[in-house]
């Protein structure tokens, strides 16, 4: 059975501090693997990986895959309040076919 | 940008009654996806559909079923709500040919059954 899993669940860190978040899958016929992050509504894309060891990056945010190990990571530097957010990972498979998304992880950056 | 539109923020039903959920997606996109997110379940796929007409099962397509008769569309049914389908919904769509191949949301639908 497909599955996507993400950690830690929750996190609560102080403003300025760098947070790594996790997701690993197994999936059968993989494709890509998307990061979203998700505020007050709809989940907004944040990065597309298809191939291992090559980094993405958008400001204070990086993410990188491995497809050997079968897992992904989200980091953020320097987290502001603005940074806390549910992050959904999700794995696309090449069939026309579902996209599975892990439980999230839940982000609480304080001041 | 590509727009997904669901044609309700909130909605409150009682139990046993016939509930529609509309999606409405303006770029001619192949994939439509229907998610429900509860607390500690991240998201959950009901059914999906890759082209007009056409439908499959998702994870937990029980008590749901899907209409998709133009490409723009993509409706849920709950044939008889009850308690348990109280949660957030949401929509998808995704263009399949060209290798884009992002989800885009819509804005969700919080249902409560009661």
């Known amino acids: 059975e497909d599955k996507v899993v993400q950690s830690p669940l929750s996190l609560v860190v102080h403003e300025g501090d760098t947070v790594t978040l996790n997701c690993s899958y197994e999936?059968?016929?993989?494709?890509?693997l998307l990061w979203y992050k998700q505020e007050k509504k709809a989940p907004t894309f944040l990065f597309m990986l298809?191939?291992?060891?090559i980094e993405k990056k958008s400001g204070r945010l990086s993410s990188i895959l491995d497809k050997k190990e079968l897992f992904s990571i989200l980091n953020i530097t320097a987290t502001q309040t603005g940074d806390s957010a549910i992050y959904l990972c999700a794995v696309m498979k090449t069939s026309y076919d579902k996209v599975i998304f892990g439980p999230g992880t839940s982000l609480s950056v304080i001041p | 940008d590509v727009k997904v539109t669901q044609s309700s923020r909130y909605l409150v039903k009682r139990t046993g009654e016939k509930v529609f959920l509309e999606c409405v997606q303006d770029?001619?996109?192949?994939?439509m996806f229907w998610y429900r997110q509860d607390p500690g379940l991240g998201l959950r796929l009901i059914y999906f559909s890759y082209d007009v007409k056409m439908k499959e099962k998702g994870d937990i397509p029980e008590g749901y079923s899907v209409s998709r008769e133009k490409k723009e569309r993509f409706s849920l049914i709950l044939e008889s709500a009850s308690t348990n389908q109280t949660s957030m919904y949401l929509c998808?769509?995704?263009?399949?040919?060209?290798?884009?191949?992002?989800?885009?949301f819509g804005s969700g639908t919080q249902l409560s059954v009661l």
């Open positions: 999936v059968t016929n993989f494709r890509s």
């Open positions: 998808a769509s995704r263009r399949w040919t060209g290798g884009e191949e992002k989800l885009f």
């Open positions: 298809t191939s291992s060891g």
């Open positions: 770029m001619d996109h192949e994939n």
